[in-house]
């Protein structure tokens, strides 16, 4: 029976990518997921990398900050040995914030009405706009390229398999038990996102917070628009930048498709979605950008976000050695997969991570 050096429960964002630096490290590493690879939060993500959010909870701002800052040597990674196109974008996000509210990142201004008309003359907004110099990414582009990265650096993979238990022996984790077989292996990581509580014998305190989306499309568009390079973003698209309101948030793509984005519930692990939600969305998209007047829905969908009792990410060993836990990235997932990675790849491994994961414990909600 063949032995792994690191089991990885989860291909979403997190676990992929834990995935390739493992492997940069000379590690054997077998991932099983329930289902396929980045179809589950992941999928569902909207993809902004917004690090200069001020609703950033300040424990988790150098990890922010430090994923943001790699984000663009790791699609360039993952895109080079995959073929496949993340469409990272890099035009900026325009934010609007409640009163008081105001962010603080370097190369932030706030925009006055000419500014603003400069940047999106689509938008009519009723309150202050801000230019943040964020990025985003298509979480399905990045997906594929994680995956198909992955197994080009021989990253083993089973599917359609869900991990019941974390299997141990003399006290230390040494492998899993699916619904199918066992699996054996030197550290287990515990990458499954909101289901990741489910798994025994250590319930990792995680819960399903459902986000519904919208997709339009121009009304002349057709419904499957060709993709185009990342870099070159066109000058005809109705909206260029990531919008952040209170009510809403706007998210283009390079091939024309707009996401509208997005509700939070606690509805366990219902991912059905409702269409007076689904036009609520819409509407509100309409209200801060009346040019999507043109525009039809296309698609819509529900995720599953990953959120712990803080609200915060669950990172490091677990109680029981050789037992990690890489978990409740709530609605950061996608941000948070490139640091998440670097910081765990270097704990398993027995390096000093570049980032203190303390605060990120299990041990918190002991």
Known sequence: ?????VIIIGAGAIGLSLALRLRDEHRAVLVVEKHEPAGEASHAAGGMIANCDPHTPALLQPLADASAALYPEFVREVESESGESADLREVGTIAVFADGEA?????????NAAALSRLEPSLRLDRAAWFLPERCVDPRGLGKALTKACKKRAVDFVTGSEVLEVLTAAGR?????????TYHAAAVVNCAGAWAAKILPLAIPTRPVKGQMVCVVPQTSPSSAPRIPSSG???NEMIRHVVRTPGIYIIPRSDGRILLGATVEDAGFDKRTDPRTIQRLYQAGLHVAPILSSTRIHDAWAGLRPGSPDNLPILGETAIPAYFAATGHYRDGIMLAPAT??????LITGQQPFLDLAPFSSSRFA
């Not at 984790?173 to 077989?181: D, E, I, K, L, Q």
């Open 341 to 346: 990675a670097d910081a765990m790849a270097q």
């Open 173 to 181: 984790a040494m492998g899993v038990r699916t619904s199918h077989a």
């Open 103 to 111: 962010p603080s990142h370097a190369g932030v201004c706030q925009l």
């Open 1 to 5: 029976m063949k032995n792994w050096d």
């Open 233 to 235: 973003i066109r000058g």
